[in-house]
């Protein structure tokens, strides 16, 4: 594993810390600011850029600039991005990805009673590689799932044992990487 390079896409309530469910004050969720450690924890620990509450996540004071947020891509969707390095040529591609309460056997409800984030997230966050040399011939990359991330977001460690996880293996059915 290097060091981080940088981002190439994060859904825009993560980059910003703003969700459409983030405020539960009045009794109904409505917008508002608020982070989710478990969301994305394996990206949020390699960026390393912590905020003011000593979370590696962004907030609203400090969010990821909007060349690199959007909506979550529903189905099937192409993203066209760059690296912003034009002499790198060999470079790991990682994403990171996550289904909000998305319980089952394993990771239920009760697994972790008192870990509030981790109930934000139940079945940990999947990360997954693709390995590019762009001075090879090969062009098309298919990304493999190689491990989950912390339940709750503590730490930024992977954990390459899957036998735990089902549905969310169901969550991208494949992901390929071109490159030009």
């Known amino acids: 594993m290097g060091k981080f ?12 810390g703003n969700f459409d469910h983030g405020d539960a004050s009045t009794g109904k969720w409505l917008p508002g600011e608020i982070m989710r450690p478990a969301a994305l924890p394996y990206w949020s620990h390699r960026r390393g850029i912590m905020n003011s509450e000593g979370l590696y996540l962004p907030d609203a004071k400090n969010p990821i600039a ?30 990171e990805i996550n289904q909000t309460w998305d319980w089952n056997e394993f990771w239920t409800n009760a697994k972790y009673p008192d870990d509030l984030e981790y109930k934000t997230s139940c079945q940990p966050a999947l990360v997954y590689m693709a390995d590019i040399n762009l001075d090879s011939e090969i062009k098309n990359y298919t990304m493999k799932v190689i491990g989950h991330s912390h339940y709750s977001g503590l730490t930024g460690e992977l954990f390459s044992d899957l036998s735990t996880i089902t549905t969310a293996l169901n969550i991208a059915k494949e992901v390929k990487i071109q490159v030009k």
């Open 5 to 16: 390079v940088q981002t190439l896409y994060v859904s825009e309530s993560i980059g910003k």
């Open 66 to 95: 909007d060349a690199y947020t959007g909506p979550t891509p529903i189905g099937n969707f192409i993203m066209n991005t760059r690296i912003e390095n034009p002499e790198l040529r060999k470079f790991s591609v990682y994403m």
